[in-house]
């Protein structure tokens, strides 16, 4: 059972725009979430995280919001960059880390 | 250098054979981790260390063995290969059980 569901396998967003990435749980007891992006043949690198007594988390381009009545996060990057070409791990904690499946984001000029 | 390798990137062997990947960080990260990365799974967690000695299961340990002799080092070993560890496989590191530090991968082929 994913504790942890990316629904949307992939996202295509135009250079400029705002990527918007979303990430649902299913556990209440995660206390703390996290973004990793992850380009091919590298590892996972951390982006930004969240606390679960906090509704957003801001650095920079990147924004996360966590609805915990919902239980959903999202990631939001504005603007969108061709370096943001990647794929995007959502992860929540609760001792140890779940992962999502990842989104592709792919951003086009 | 500093930071968290993992060896070898690359490597296909046969099934039923053993192998052994490797890690190492430098940080002296308490925790460090094995995880999978398989298509429409993410990533999962084979076995974690909390600490030199200390290890303990994750969500897929199945033919797998771990051992952590020292602080900076946590090798995975696969028993007796199966196609079905075909993957990639990624080793973490980090102080507290958030965030992370990843390696860069080894591609393993099952053949």
């Known amino acids: 059972d994913q504790q942890v569901k990316q629904n949307s396998p992939s996202l295509s967003v135009q250079e400029g725009r705002i990527s918007i990435l979303n990430c649902d749980y299913t556990?209440?007891?995660?206390?703390?979430f996290l973004w990793y992006k992850k380009y091919p043949a590298e590892g996972p690198t951390f982006l930004i995280s969240?606390?679960?007594?906090?509704d957003k988390n801001e650095d920079g381009r990147f924004t996360v919001f966590l609805n915990k009545s919902a239980k959903h996060l999202s990631l939001h990057i504005v603007p969108s960059q061709p370096g943001d070409s990647a794929v995007y791990f959502c992860a929540a904690s609760f001792n140890k880390l779940i992962f999502g499946t990842g989104t592709r984001l792919q951003v086009f000029p | 250098d500093a930071g968290i390798t993992q060896s070898p990137r690359y490597k296909i062997t046969e099934t039923g054979r053993q192998v052994t990947l490797m890690c190492h960080q430098t940080w002296s990260h308490s925790y460090m981790f094995w995880y999978r990365q398989d298509l429409g799974h993410g990533l999962r967690l084979i076995y974690y260390?909390?600490?030199?000695?200390?290890?303990d299961k994750g969500e897929v340990p199945d033919g797998y063995v771990v051992s952590r002799s020292k602080t900076e080092n946590f090798p995975l070993t696969l028993e007796s290969a199966t196609r079905s560890q075909t993957s990639v496989y990624f080793c973490?590191?980090?102080?507290?059980?958030?965030?992370?530090?990843f390696g860069p991968g080894t591609r393993l082929t099952v053949t």
């Open positions: 969240i606390s679960s007594i906090k």
């Open positions: 260390s909390a600490a030199a000695d200390i290890t």
């Open positions: 973490a590191s980090s102080e507290g059980a958030t965030e992370q530090y």
């Open positions: 556990n209440s007891m995660f206390d703390y």
